[in-house]
């Protein structure tokens, strides 16, 4: 089964800063997609960047990016520049390819905090 | 704009009281996703729906079922709601993409009390 392991419950970051958040996963697929998605205090989830396992390339959305390193199955976010808007849960989420839709496996989350 | 709405966003019942939380999109996808999502922990899936091919996670307990009358519409039934059941339910659409996966969008979820 796959699975996804956010290891940093709690993260800040001081305005205009740099974040990363971290994220690895256990799968046996060579196909698959990954996610970061940010959920707001009580306010609904978002798609904040994604990524397609055959890419090499990072994928990258604006202040956004990802460092996915697939030998190590490792998928983190980078925030730049960041905005107390900023502030939510991030949670990382897998997708196997091979079928056109399926179930996303999430994990544990990661709440950021901005400061200002 | 085309999204994903949940009614109602707060949701009190009693202990054992049946309650129906819906879900309607206007994005036109043909998955809809049922996630409970309990405090501080991540969504997990309970089921979804391929157009009207009904679809049920293994360890999904039976006290919960699903209904899909059209496109635009899914319900979420929890027959006798035990205080376990208290969750943020999260309702996710995303097209059928050939040879790829599309992104799931989420709704604002239902927040289920049972008292």
């Known amino acids: 089964a796959q699975t996804v392991t956010q290891s940093q419950p709690e993260m800040s970051v001081q305005e205009a800063e740099t974040v990363t958040l971290s994220c690895t996963y256990d799968t046996s697929e060579s196909d698959y997609y990954l996610f970061w998605y940010k959920q707001p205090p009580g306010r609904q989830m978002i798609l904040v960047i994604r990524?397609?396992?055959?890419?090499?390339q990072n994928a990258t959305e604006n202040r956004f990016s990802v460092n996915f390193q697939k030998a190590a199955k490792s998928f983190s976010l980078k925030i730049s520049d960041s905005q107390l808007g900023d502030a939510a849960m991030y949670f990382c989420?897998?997708?196997?390819?091979?079928?056109?839709?399926?179930?996303?496996?999430f994990g544990q989350g990661t709440i950021l905090t901005v400061h200002p | 704009d085309a999204m994903v709405i949940q009614n109602p966003r707060y949701q009190v019942t009693q202990f054992g009281k049946p309650v129906t939380l819906s879900c309607s999109q206007t994005?036109?996808?043909?998955?809809m996703y049922w996630y409970q999502q309990k405090s501080s922990q991540a969504p997990k899936l309970l089921f979804h729906?391929?157009?009207?091919?009904?679809?049920n996670e293994a360890d999904t307990p039976d006290n919960f079922q699903s209904r899909r009358p059209n496109t635009s519409f899914c319900f979420l039934d929890i027959r006798s709601p035990g205080l376990g059941d208290a969750a943020m339910y999260l309702c996710?659409?995303?097209?059928?993409?050939?040879?790829?996966?599309?992104?799931?969008?989420f709704g604002p979820g239902t927040r289920l009390t049972v008292l």
């Open positions: 994005l036109n996808h043909n998955v």
């Open positions: 990524q397609e396992a055959y890419k090499q």
């Open positions: 996710a659409t995303s097209r059928v993409v050939a040879g790829g996966q599309d992104t799931q969008y």
């Open positions: 989420a897998y997708i196997a390819g091979g079928t056109s839709y399926g179930k996303l496996t």
């Open positions: 729906y391929y157009d009207k091919d009904f679809n």
